[in-house]
């Protein structure tokens, strides 16, 4: 007899839906089932929703409004069961000592399971840690090709030398690829003609300084045999030069987020700096072709960027920070807008939330799918349950949301990690503490298949 069992609903994996039974025994997947055959000291009747595996977002920030602990807690509301953060070394600090900490305090609070990528804000200093920091399990690196002002851009020479260390430690460089000289001065040029900030949003993150970036990043690791991960991409001009790296086996992995394939500049202009983020949600037509690289394959994976910071309706807007609270509303948003509108399939959302996730950053097959032996995290989904989000319903402590309002159909019900209920029936039942670190190996990934020279 099975600890746990989930009766009769229509389990997910990226190639088959099947009604069938799953049986959970202390903290992994111990058998799949007929309908109806397994038995088990609890039951969680699934009748008539999907079960889907629990969503891995590789994109979270716990360094704003929300702590460790915070996020982990929003995020499982969203059927989020493993968290990526990306631990931030700021210019003067030590990489090392900022793993060391975060998992120390992850391991203590979160309520979830969670990996760290590095992030490399004085790149040329730090890189000489890079051998310890990958001893303690993290084996990717976010470094800005922008925010020159903030003192955050890593310069191509220190970026050439950060991708030439983490490609030979067997590990991956994650990018945030805007051309930071060309929007500064774009910014310059737009105060001194004391434009309308809101208004010229977009005029100060074009699509092409988004592309220009993804395509000498991703050139600059092929030379340097680094793997390259874009996260946030946010429009058709960027996932054109993705399309023609990809086409040629370069080493890149793509990620969009579901803020942008919900909402566009024009929708969202009206909240200001409540809807600012980096790069950009720009036009209708970015999101229509976003959406045809997620079911081309163009896109391999979605992160929610989970950076809710304080601001408000009237704050300045040039002066406002980018950034804005996703991970609950990652699921419910990628359900409501691509499966009930028949651009993707459950299927697909199980493979871009979770199993290719998994495969990228080394974590599979113990994570990203329901399969015997796996760790049992795992979503139950009523497809049938309409709400609406509002800041009232989220749990994150920013005080708003950009999808205020916004009519969604499709509800988290039920939420296990490593077997335990965090999420029952709608009810938090959640144990700070339980949560264990993953070592990542995101070289693993591409060992076969990509071209480095």
Same mark, same amino acid.
């Given at each position: 007899m099975h600890d746990i069992v989930i009766k009769n609903g229509f389990v997910i994996r990226p190639e088959e839906t099947r009604v069938a039974d799953i049986g959970i025994t202390g903290e992994r997947i111990a058998e799949i089932g007929p309908a109806s055959s397994l038995s088990g000291k609890k039951t969680l009747d699934a009748e008539g929703m999907y079960v889907l595996p629990g969503v891995i977002d590789p994109h979270t920030h716990p360094v704003y409004l929300d702590s460790i602990q915070d996020l982990s807690k929003t995020a499982v509301w969203g059927g989020v069961t493993t968290v990526i953060h990306y631990a931030y070394a700021k210019p003067g600090q030590s990489q090392l000592e900022?793993?060391?900490?975060?998992?120390?305090?992850?391991?203590?609070?979160?309520?979830?399971?969670?990996?760290? &990528?590095?992030?490399?804000?004085?790149?040329?200093?730090?890189?000489?840690?890079?051998?310890?920091?990958?001893?303690?399990g993290v084996s990717s690196y976010k470094m800005f090709m922008s925010y020159a002002k903030l003192g955050w851009m890593t310069d191509d020479y220190a970026l050439t030398k950060a991708m030439d260390v983490i490609g030979r430690l067997g590990g991956m460089a994650a990018l945030h690829a805007e051309n930071g000289m060309m929007i500064d001065y774009i910014q310059d040029k737009m105060i001194a003609e004391k434009a309308d900030m809101t208004k010229e949003f977009l005029t100060t993150s074009p699509a092409i300084a988004e592309a220009e970036a993804i395509f000498r990043a991703v050139y600059t690791g092929r030379l340097m045999h680094c793997p390259v991960y874009i996260p946030h991409i946010s429009s058709k001009e960027a996932m054109e030069v993705v399309s023609y790296l990809k086409s040629r086996s370069f080493p890149v992995v793509a990620e969009t987020c579901p803020q942008y394939l919900a909402q566009t500049w024009d929708e969202l202009v009206k909240l200001g700096p409540l809807g600012k983020v980096g790069p950009a949600i720009k036009h209708q037509e970015d999101q229509d072709y976003l959406w045809q690289s997620v079911q081309n394959g163009l896109i391999d994976t979605i992160g929610s960027d989970h950076a809710p910071k304080p601001k408000k309706l009237d704050d300045d807007f040039f002066t406002a920070p980018y950034g804005t609270p996703e991970v609950e509303?990652?699921?419910?948003?990628?359900?409501?807008?691509?499966?009930?509108?028949?651009?993707?399939?459950?299927?697909?959302?199980?493979?871009?939330?979770?199993?290719?996730?998994?495969?990228?950053?080394?974590?599979?097959?113990?994570?990203?799918?329901?399969?015997?032996?796996?760790?049992?995290?795992?979503?139950?989904?009523?497809?049938?349950?309409?709400?609406?989000?509002?800041?009232?319903?989220? &749990?994150?402590?920013?005080?708003?949301?950009?999808?205020?309002?916004?009519?969604?159909?499709?509800?988290?019900?039920?939420?296990?990690?490593?077997?335990?209920?965090?999420?029952?029936?709608?009810?938090?039942?959640?144990?700070?503490?339980?949560?264990?670190?993953?070592?990542?190996?995101?070289?693993?990934?591409?060992?076969?298949g990509f071209v480095f020279s």
């Open positions: 900022v793993i060391k900490k975060w998992k120390k305090e992850g391991q203590e609070t979160s309520f979830i399971d969670f990996a760290l &990528h590095g992030g490399l804000f004085e790149a040329i200093k730090q890189i000489e840690e890079l051998p310890d920091c990958f001893k303690e509303t990652l699921l419910p948003n990628l359900w409501n807008e691509g499966v009930n509108r028949g651009r993707i399939t459950p299927n697909e959302v199980a493979r871009i939330t979770s199993e290719n996730t998994a495969k990228i950053m080394g974590l599979y097959p113990r994570k990203g799918r329901l399969a015997e032996g796996s760790d049992a995290d795992i979503v139950i989904f009523d497809p049938s349950k309409e709400w609406t989000i509002s800041r009232e319903n989220q &749990h994150s402590n920013a005080d708003y949301t950009i999808f205020e309002g916004r009519k969604v159909l499709g509800k988290v019900s039920s939420v296990l990690s490593r077997g335990g209920l965090v999420i029952d029936n709608e009810r938090f039942a959640g144990e700070a503490g339980r949560a264990v670190f993953l070592p990542t190996d995101t070289g693993r990934y591409f060992r076969q």
